[in-house]
């Protein structure tokens, strides 16, 4: 697929605010990459393609624009705040590999959570405490050996994995069903703003402002699961959510992990079910680390915040200035990949040296060209 066919940040926010238009369809319009805009109003379903030609002809009479220029209000509104989008420099690749991606992202926090390779770690909201006390062990050691820890800050197994990485100085993203700015569930506040204090990142969906519904934490599991090279169930119930998430991951092609339990634990069945099943019985980080370690090297490039002048500012910088650049053009101009150019962006933004705005990219005032 073509980045430089994609559709810039503003174009997606009206894109996600069509009607009758899911993330499936949005999936496969993308993966086509047809041209902007003509290509896309093409393939829209007719009350779609409608309701883009108004706003791109007339905006002021879209209802559209309201929506679009809510989020990048929101977003311009503070540094923590980004607007993730296929094209971003900081879009999780892995993303691409499931049937029905996000077309969007609202997050906040440090994109930098995303750049380590990461492991998924959910289980039951009603756990035993010998599940607790497994859910942070496991979690600290994967901090340790700079791994992230990504789930859905639910209470229970999950809260408690992302606490442990948090008091390890660990990377973690959670991600909502809801918006960014909506704290659910609200026994989880101080989580909530330990995440952004300290070095983690909130994810969802959902615009700013949308309230937590049962229909969508299902939605957003699959976002869990994608965004993870594998997923460690550590307690579950025979029918539980847990579940319906390790069939998403085996779907999406992604390692299961279980740690086994008393067959007299309700709590632990699911996760004896699951190894019955396939999934990979757990009895340590190692167990992990063997199966995903070859993997997170092939499909995990991490850019660093350190990277040298070198790395991330050569040539890039040089055709930077406070005009935004596309990254189609940067491409053309550098003769760099797209995936390199997008990884040597991200680790300039995170130096503070470049920012994305509406149209492209544009070099900080102050920053030298090289």
Known sequence: MSEAALPALRDWLALVHLPGLGS??????????????????????????????????????????????ASLAWCEAGPPRHLL?????????????????????????????????????????????????????????????????????????????????????????????????????????????RLLAEGGLLLAEHPPGTRARAGFFPRRNRIVTGLSLGVLVVEAAEKSGSLVSARLATEQNREVFALPGSIHNPQARGCLQLIRQGAVLVRGVDDILEELSHWAAAHVPAPAASATTEETGDPLL?????????????????????????????????????????????????????
């Open 24 to 69: 499936v369809r949005l999936a496969e319009l993308s993966e086509a990459a047809p041209a902007w805009p003509d290509g896309w109003l093409a393939r829209l379903p007719r009350e779609a393609a409608t309701a883009l030609r108004l706003w791109l002809d007339h905006p002021a009479r879209s209802p559209l624009t309201p929506c679009v220029e």
């Open 85 to 193: 989008h296929p094209g971003h420099a900081a879009w999780p690749v892995l993303l691409a590999q499931i049937a029905d991606p996000p077309p969007l992202l609202w997050a906040e926090g440090d994109l930098a959570a995303l750049a380590p390779p990461a492991l998924a770690i959910i289980g039951s909201r009603r756990p035993t405490r010998e599940g607790l006390a497994n859910a942070a062990a496991f979690a600290r050691e994967l901090a340790g050996r700079d791994w992230a820890v990504v789930s859905g800050m639910a209470l229970g197994i999950d809260g408690a994995a992302q606490r442990a990485v948090l008091d390890a100085g660990g990377r973690t993203v959670a991600v909502l069903g809801c918006g960014v700015d909506v704290i659910y569930p609200p026994r989880h506040a101080t989580l909530y703003h």
């Open 318 to 370: 040089r055709w930077l200035s406070d005009a935004p650049a596309p990254l189609d053009a940067l491409v053309a101009l550098t003769g760099l990949g797209v995936p390199e150019c997008q990884r040597r962006l991200l680790a300039l933004e995170l130096a503070g040296r470049v920012a994305q705005s509406p149209g492209g990219w544009v070099r900080l005032p102050g920053v030298a060209q090289s």
